[in-house]
């Protein structure tokens, strides 16, 4: 069943592709928030005083498209550190419906897989929800706008989710025109993956 869906998905992406909206919605400011890390430490955005923009992502244990980005997060984070642009993964599935998405699972992948990155667990969806996310993976890239955090983009983080090697980085073109002090040329796209379903209040 999940072969079938995974097959499904990439076939979906390789043939419909990423779609780029026309409507930025950007006048959203992002308040800092404190999350859980795997590490067992709190992470918050003010962690970060040097920082200059923050690329967030929410992503996920179990989603077979969230799966195929685990590297290329980790050239974001090697490339953009050192630039004071910070990747943070954030986890806010629910918990309740899906057990593979616990925290200690979490710690068990991270650890797998080497991040090299905090992986957050957002389990009461509150910054999921701040973001307006709505599936995984799907990035955000925040800047300091007048003391504020601001989104420049959101959607996908490339062009091919199957073939790295042939992918276009969406997040490094964002991030090079802001550090550049530009503005981002294509600041919203649609992102494809597993939807994040909010929990039943």
């Known amino acids: 069943m999940m072969r079938a869906l995974f097959v499904a998905i990439l076939f979906s992406v390789h043939f419909i592709g990423f779609s780029q909206v026309t409507q930025p ?21 003010r962690d970060y005083p040097k920082a200059k923009g923050f690329i967030i992502v929410f992503s996920c244990n179990h989603c077979p498209f969230a799966k195929l980005y685990t590297e290329r997060l980790k050239q974001l984070h090697e490339m953009y550190a050192k630039k004071d642009v910070v990747l943070l993964t954030i986890n806010s599935m629910d918990t309740l419906v ?10 068990k992948k991270a650890k797998k897989e080497k991040y090299t990155f905090p992986y957050l667990y957002d389990y009461t969806q509150s910054v999921a929800k701040m973001f307006h996310a709505t599936h995984n993976p799907q990035a955000f890239v925040i800047w300091k706008v007048q003391e504020n955090w601001v989104v420049q983009y959101q959607g996908a983080l490339d062009d091919n989710g199957e073939h790295p090697e042939m992918a276009h980085s969406f997040i490094q073109d964002a ?27």
């Open 25 to 45: 919605t950007f006048s959203n400011k992002i308040e800092d928030f404190s999350l859980l890390n795997v590490d067992h430490s709190m992470v918050s955005l």
């Open 98 to 107: 899906y057990d593979e998405e616990k925290f200690v699972l979490m710690q």
């Open 175 to 201: 991030v090079e025109s802001l550090l550049k002090n530009e503005p981002v040329s294509v600041p919203l796209t649609e992102s494809f993956g597993c939807k994040l379903y909010f929990r039943k209040e």
